[in-house]
């Protein structure tokens, strides 16, 4: 296979690499361009874009010529995909503040918007409708009816006042949407059916037709499967305390439904038959795995695996063509996000090695693969630092791996190190790739290293379920023991070692210097969680003492009473800390309240230890805006510089 430049490479190009080392403005910019996606026809492409200045929803022909481009302004764009050839959708989210004043005083809401290819005409869903709010709570998918094309979300119906007003129904503990059909041309929706606060989500079939929905008992702790929208039919009764079930999407017949079972051994994908009941595990081990679908149907073609065989992709001549691509770019991770109807053209995207990241679109009758837009276009080859997989053993015997980064340039030798661990934490891990945050670190002069704890994913259900029960225990000394080994190994100098992480990793990285001693000059923590006890209360506040969601919670963390969750909270033992602290934390997080690090900070300087505090207006948990992801960076930076210098 042949790899070229293609026409429309300098439509997506967003801006020209720099001769000069990128800056950390570079590292924190969001990508130049994402979300790219491929229309069924493999004629026509979609994405969020940077053009000059400004972020833009772009629709182009694969031969280079611009259909639509529409300013996306300050968005926090999700996802962009295909109804057809005709409508792109995007899906976006906001912190609301009001008029959806829920539980938790503001929630992370998302919208859908759709984008007439033809007329350059766009809405927004639900936007036009006064009987409904906002926000879209789920997408299942789209399909022609009569002709014309529609898409199915999730919505809230807003009850009416005495005086006329529509507004939200809060009387309820619970935010029940409804099924809604949208049409994609003129924005109008028609209720389908009705919701109800144990539904966990539809499965839509060909014409609209609505095949199955779950709905989640939780008095019981029961996950129920029933064909179709209502009860007549039960197929699947499944006891779910702590994790519960979830519906898949469809299944590789039109017969079919998948259902991800987490309490299964392996984490199961399972199809289900929604005539008989009957059941098949089709991917024992599902984990994180992506799905493979037909891009008219919505049928299921297959998983990716990680293997470069792809063993558990279907369809002979999808396998083939995935393959193909795999083999054109060796060394690189490479993913495949999209494809035609015919499997002849696809996108792909790869990273890792020398390759900031890059989208390609690979003509597979051609036999090329033609560039089509860059991530980080400023970041050179040669300012990509060498990253691998780092293997040891914790201190119990149990055998872990993270992903190690070099500086650019560097040997393995005596490296300052920061240890970035992941979020989550339980089912989350890092791989080989390009990550933003840790090779910013890496082109300040440090060795990053982001270990693969017990809990993490990646791995199967045994190694998972280790996590559960060590949020302050040994999740935490599998990151130190991965210092250890990296210190034994020679490749890092433990005495010049910082820990870094954000939300799960932010509190590890603070329990790395008050729960734990005497390891990090440093802790730099980004929507940390500072005070399980307090965590706990404000979570289940807004979730209800008896929902899954905090037996899950409780389960992880695995401290049953106050006392036993104080001894494992930074913010309770702030006096302890050994190492100077830097809280960062976005005003409008909905995951992990900034109350946590205002606590921590009250906390230390009570105690009169070394911090500092800064809060991120205008951001969220996930860090998505440009301004404050590059503000995190410097000042985290100047922090690891002054007590922890490179040099």
């Keep these: 296979m042949r790899v070229r430049l293609c026409r429309v490479t300098i439509l997506l190009l967003a801006t020209a690499a720099s001769p000069a080392a990128p800056p950390l403005e570079a590292y924190g910019r969001l990508p130049g361009v994402e979300h790219l996606a491929l229309s069924p026809s493999g004629e026509r492409v979609a994405t969020i874009a940077v053009m000059g200045e400004r972020r833009r929803l772009i629709v182009a022909t694969t031969r280079g010529k611009l259909l639509q481009s529409v300013d996306a302004g300050n968005f926090k764009t999700r996802d962009v995909w295909w109804a057809g050839d005709d409508h792109v959708l995007a899906a976006t989210s906001s912190t609301y503040k009001a008029p959806l004043q829920l539980v938790l005083g503001q929630a992370e809401m998302w919208n859908v918007f759709s984008l007439s290819v033809r007329t350059g005409h766009l809405i927004a869903v639900f936007d036009k409708n006064r009987t409904l709010s906002p926000a879209v709570f789920a997408a299942y998918g789209s399909a022609v009816v009569d002709g014309r094309s529609f898409g199915y979300f999730g919505g809230l119906t807003l009850t009416t006042t005495v005086a006329g007003e529509f507004i939200l129904d809060t009387r309820s503990d619970f935010i029940v949407p409804d099924l809604y059909q949208v049409d994609l041309e003129s924005g109008k929706a028609e209720r389908i059916a009705r919701g109800s606060p144990s539904h966990r989500g539809w499965v839509m079939g060909e014409g609209g037709r609505i095949v199955a929905h779950a709905e989640y008992i939780r008095e019981a702790s029961l996950w129920r499967l029933y064909a179709g929208e209502d009860r007549e039919r039960l197929l699947l009764e499944l006891p779910a305390a702590v994790e519960v079930p979830q519906l898949a999407g469809r299944g590789r017949t039109a017969d079919t439904v998948l259902v991800y079972d987490p309490r299964s051994t392996g984490d199961a994908i399972v199809e289900v038959d929604i005539r008989s009941g009957a059941r098949q595990d089709i991917l024992p081990e599902a984990g994180d795995r992506r799905s493979f679908r037909s891009p008219d149907s919505g049928l299921l073609l297959g998983f990716d695996t990680d293997d470069a065989d792809y063993p558990a992709v279907f369809l002979p001549e999808l396998r083939a063509r995935l393959k193909a691509t795999a083999r054109a770019f060796p060394r690189l991770r490479t993913c495949v996000t999209s494809f035609s109807r015919s499997f002849d053209r696809l996108v792909a995207f790869t990273d890792g090695g020398d390759d900031s990241g890059t989208w390609w679109l690979v003509d597979i009758p051609a036999g090329t693969a033609d560039p089509i837009g860059y991530a980080y276009p400023k970041i ?151 005070d399980l006890s307090a965590f706990v209360g404000w979570k289940q506040r807004g979730l209800g003492s008896k929902s899954a969601g905090i037996r899950f919670l409780r389960e992880a963390i695995g401290a049953e009473d106050e006392s036993a969750m104080a001894r494992i909270s930074p913010g309770r033992q702030a006096a302890r800390a050994d190492a100077p602290v830097l809280l960062i934390h976005g005003i409008d997080d909905t995951v992990v309240p900034i109350a946590q690090s205002e606590a921590m900070a009250d906390a230390l300087g009570r105690a009169g230890k070394p911090h500092e505090f800064i809060r991120m207006k205008g951001e969220d948990h996930w860090l998505s805006r440009d301004e404050t992801r590059t503000a995190m960076l410097e000042a985290s930076v100047a922090f690891l510089r002054r007590h922890n210098p490179a040099d």
Excluded at 397 to 417: F, M, N
Excluded at 424 to 446: E, H, K, L, N, T
Excluded at 447 to 461: E, I, K, L, T
């Design 380 to 530: 050179r080859s040669k300012d990509v630092g060498a990253t691998r997989m780092f293997h040891y053993t914790a201190t119990d015997g149990l055998a872990l791996d993270g992903v190690l980064t070099l500086p650019p340039g560097s040997k393995e030798q005596k490296l300052p190190v920061v240890m970035l661990p992941h979020g989550g934490p339980i089912g989350v891990s890092d791989s080989i790739g390009f990550d933003w945050w840790a090779q910013a670190y890496a082109s300040a002069g440090y060795a990053v290293f982001q270990p693969n704890f017990r809990g993490s994913g990646g791995r199967d259900h045994r190694f998972r379920e280790a996590g559960y029960g060590e949020w302050g225990g040994r999740m935490l000394t599998d990151i130190a023991d991965g210092l250890a080994a990296l210190a034994a190994a020679g490749i890092v100098d433990p005495r010049r070692a910082c820990i870094v992480g954000g939300s799960y990793g932010g509190y590890a990285a603070l329990a790395g210097v008050t729960v734990q001693h005497g390891l990090y000059r440093c802790a730099i923590a980004v929507a940390g969680v500072t």
